[in-house]
């Protein structure tokens, strides 16, 4: 196992993120994973002895089981807290009330608290906000952050889902007032959605922010078992959980690809299309997720996988992204200041 540096930060996470979204199976998350306490630890045992120091959980993963079972295994197995780095969330809704959804002031506050309990730890290595709340002022959530790292319940705040000149108005207000800066951003990326190669990873790259995708095989769309013949696959979270959003076509014609070079290195399309999003410019850690002990080893063994210049050309002809303005126009006009 790999480890980069997070960001502009000292702190070294595994270039695999171990995410809990399995965890529990409560409400809609049922659809995607149901793993119980023994489960749990099993995959934890794995998951640490494979080398994998960065684990993310969210509050809103089975409404807060996650987190219950995550803590509840650190405990049962007795790790090291001090070599874990430990992320979740907040902004999701935790409840009927009122103020129990957002990033208000008053809903990040309790929200930690409420975290920490379920967790059973003292402290939160990584807070995400997990979305954008449209209805709280940038400035109340960004003080709210730089205040909760103040009281030690956190560690660093970082950014999941939020478009990137909110990203920028949020660095512009902290670096204004002198408070703690985002250092990292969760986000969709696959070789099925390379949509945050448009404008996110440039500004993360601009603002020497860790990059963390979520989502690397798109909901398990790319994980080999859905072809054109076989678009309904039993027991997979995609048959009953179609998230996220894909264009389907274009990804089959990925799938034949990924698998044609699966062959050449002995793995799954799953482990390429895993390597392959652990490749590209700016991926700090790429976030991995498993129902099962078997792929559990399937996705870490996607580590010891480098494609070669042939294969990522091959790869990136069948997934690049159509050309958009301005940034086509960004291309153009750039020619004329190369150095020949």
Request: proline fraction near 4%; charge should be negative.
């Amino acid at each position: 196992m790999k480890y980069n540096f997070l960001g502009n930060t000292g702190l070294l996470v595994s270039e695999i993120c171990f995410g809990t979204m399995t965890f529990g199976g409560t409400g809609i998350w049922e659809n995607i994973g149901k793993a119980q306490q023994s489960e749990v630890n099993e995959l934890m045992k794995v998951v640490v002895d494979s080398g994998i120091n960065f684990i993310d959980t969210a509050n809103v993963y089975s409404y807060g089981e996650s987190e219950k079972l995550l803590g509840q295994s650190i405990k049962d197995l007795g790790f090291n807290r001090n070599e874990l780095v430990i992320a979740t969330k907040v902004r999701g809704r935790m409840g009927e009330g009122k103020n129990a959804v957002g990033l208000s002031r008053y809903h990040i506050f309790y929200s930690v608290d409420d975290s920490l309990q379920r967790l059973q730890l003292d402290h939160i290595d990584i807070l995400y906000v997990h979305g954008f709340d449209p209805k709280t002022p940038v400035e109340e959530t960004m003080r709210a952050l730089n205040d909760i790292v103040l009281t030690g319940k956190v560690r660093y705040i970082a950014i999941c889902n939020w478009p990137a000149w909110v990203v920028m108005k949020a660095i512009g207000i902290c670096k204004l007032h002198g408070w703690n800066q985002f250092v990292g951003m969760q986000y969709f990326y696959s070789l099925a959605g390379r949509d945050i190669e448009r404008e996110i990873l440039p500004l993360a790259a601009d603002q020497n922010l860790a990059m963390m995708p979520w989502s690397p095989l798109a909901g398990g769309f790319l994980g080999g078992k859905y072809t054109r013949d076989n678009e309904k696959v039993e027991g997979s979270r995609r048959t009953t959980f179609d998230f996220p959003p894909i264009n389907k076509e274009k990804t089959y014609d990925i799938i034949d690809v990924i698998t044609e070079v699966g062959k050449q290195h002995n793995v799954s399309p799953a482990a390429i299309a895993l390597a392959w999003v652990r490749q590209q410019p700016g991926v700090t850690s790429t976030i991995i997720g498993a129902k099962t002990i078997e792929q559990l080893n399937d996705n870490i063994k996607s580590t010891e996988v480098t494609l070669a210049e042939d294969d990522l050309k091959k790869i990136d002809e069948v997934s690049a992204l159509p050309k958009e303005y301005p940034g086509w126009m960004v291309e153009r006009q750039s020619a004329d200041r190369e150095l020949k």
